[in-house]
């Protein structure tokens, strides 16, 4: 479908609205306006506020909004530009347009411009993609969503490994407090049958912020650093074996088992996007998974006790459980630009990681997380190349 269904005349404009301006001339190149002019009779080292409009041959005026270059603060000079993005504001033009400009002076001095063989290798490197509309360069962003953690190294909380359950229950202090909150009940147990051995973790929250350079806008190495707090939780039972116990009477009595661990996730990726529409395209990303957990609780409740079943000798040693890990990611989603601002990613990964906990750091096991990604375009090293000002010479290429 064409987006224009009349050709727009490159035309030279016969009225100037001002005496600062000159050599106003307005024509098409690449599905977009171009407007140049001088800027002249004016003050040095003063900036002046231009905006600009269209009229067209029924006198209607339109104000363009997808609009970048020499305009707003500009300086006094020549080969001035401005460029008019006319299909994203509207899909076709079938009359001929003039434009207006208008000048209003600023109330502040602007610093002393540096000379420009400095400014002319700068800009002519920028412009390139500019014309194109491409982005390139270092942008930054943040990212949430849903961590759904493989329930492989749950029971790592479940007191039969590193931190035992046998450092409470079977600890004579210990348990002459325990029995008094059992009603001074006899107890027992065993890690085979009184321990659970299918623990899961809860589905919990990740946030984490990333840094992507582009090379394009279908391709970019990205990095993501993503933390995310998990929890487990499950039952362990007590055998109760007091001979002051009736046939009535409960055997065992259900008491509470839960773990916490911290893990940080830093992805080095590839980016790749495929399609060509102006908001949403999918996309595909792989690359390497680092991670470091960190545990920070192993607790078990028997009634209205609570104690920490974590090691004692790594406390005392400041040993700290957990750590480091690796593997390898893969995930899709859409990538959807709404405006020239920032840019949205909704996908999914999947990791193939080794957690770093003693007896589980052997295997290979996946980790899925659904998330939203934001990236400002306008905080980065290189800015959106749209939002840049053009050569003249490049446009006219």
Same mark, same amino acid.
């Given at each position: 479908m064409k987006l224009f269904i009349a050709f727009i005349f490159v035309f030279l404009s016969l009225s100037l609205f001002s005496q600062e301006f000159s050599n106003i001339v307005s024509y098409q190149k690449d599905k977009k306006i171009i407007v140049t002019y001088d800027l002249? @009779?004016?003050?040095?080292?003063?900036? $002046?506020?231009?905006?600009?409009?269209?009229?067209? #041959?029924?006198? &209607?005026?339109?104000?363009?909004?997808? =609009?970048y270059g020499d305009l707003g603060k500009v300086s006094r000079g020549k080969n001035k530009m401005i460029v008019w993005d006319v299909t994203r504001d509207q899909k076709e033009i079938s009359t001929k347009l003039d434009? =207006?400009?208008?000048?209003?002076?600023?109330?502040?001095?602007?610093?002393? #411009?540096?000379?420009?063989?400095?400014?002319? #290798?700068?800009?002519?490197s920028k412009n390139k993609n500019i014309a194109s509309g491409e982005l390139h360069g270092l942008f930054f962003g943040a990212s949430t969503g849903l961590y759904l953690a493989n329930k492989y190294t749950a029971n790592y909380f479940n007191g039969t490994g590193v931190n035992r359950i046998s450092v409470i229950l079977d600890n004579?202090?210990? &348990?002459?407090?325990?029995?008094?909150?059992?009603?001074?009940?006899? $107890? #027992? $147990?065993?890690?085979i049958n009184s321990l659970p051995h299918n623990m899961k973790y809860d589905p919990a929250l990740t946030m984490g912020f990333l840094a992507r350079y582009y090379i394009s806008n279908r391709s970019a190495l990205s990095f993501e650093f993503n933390s995310v707090k998990l929890k487990t939780a499950d039952k362990f039972t007590l055998n109760i074996d007091s001979v002051n116990m009736s046939f009535s009477d409960a055997q065992y009595v259900s008491c509470d088992i839960t773990g916490n661990e911290t893990r940080f996730d830093m992805n080095l990726c590839w980016y790749q996007v495929f399609g060509n529409?102006?908001?949403?395209?999918?996309?595909?990303?792989?690359?390497?998974?680092? @991670? @470091?957990?960190?545990?920070?609780?192993?607790?078990?409740?028997?009634?209205?006790?609570?104690y920490s079943i974590m090691n004692p000798s790594n406390a005392y040693y400041k040993i700290q459980n957990?750590?480091?890990?690796?593997?390898?990611?893969?995930?899709?989603?859409?990538?959807m630009k709404l405006n020239e601002n920032f840019t949205f990613d909704i996908g999914f990964n999947v990791t193939m990681k080794k957690i770093g906990l003693v007896g589980y750091d052997d295997a290979l096991k996946p980790n899925v997380v659904l998330y939203i990604r934001m990236?400002?375009?306008?905080?980065?090293?290189s800015g959106n190349a749209e939002t840049q000002q053009p050569s003249t010479d490049e446009l006219n290429k």
């Open positions: 002249i @009779n004016t003050a040095p080292h003063t900036v $002046y506020d231009i905006k600009l409009k269209f009229q067209d #041959s029924t006198g &209607k005026i339109i104000f363009p909004r997808t =609009i434009p =207006i400009l208008e000048v209003t002076r600023s109330q502040y001095m602007m610093p002393k #411009s540096k000379p420009e063989s400095n400014n002319k #290798s700068t800009r002519k004579p202090q210990m &348990k002459e407090k325990i029995q008094e909150a059992l009603s001074n009940q006899n $107890y #027992s $147990y065993d890690t529409n102006k908001t949403f395209n999918p996309y595909a990303e792989f690359g390497l998974n680092f @991670n @470091n957990t960190l545990i920070k609780k192993n607790d078990i409740k028997i009634r209205s006790l609570t957990g750590g480091v890990g690796y593997g390898f990611l893969a995930g899709a989603g859409v990538s990236i400002l375009l306008t905080f980065g090293v």
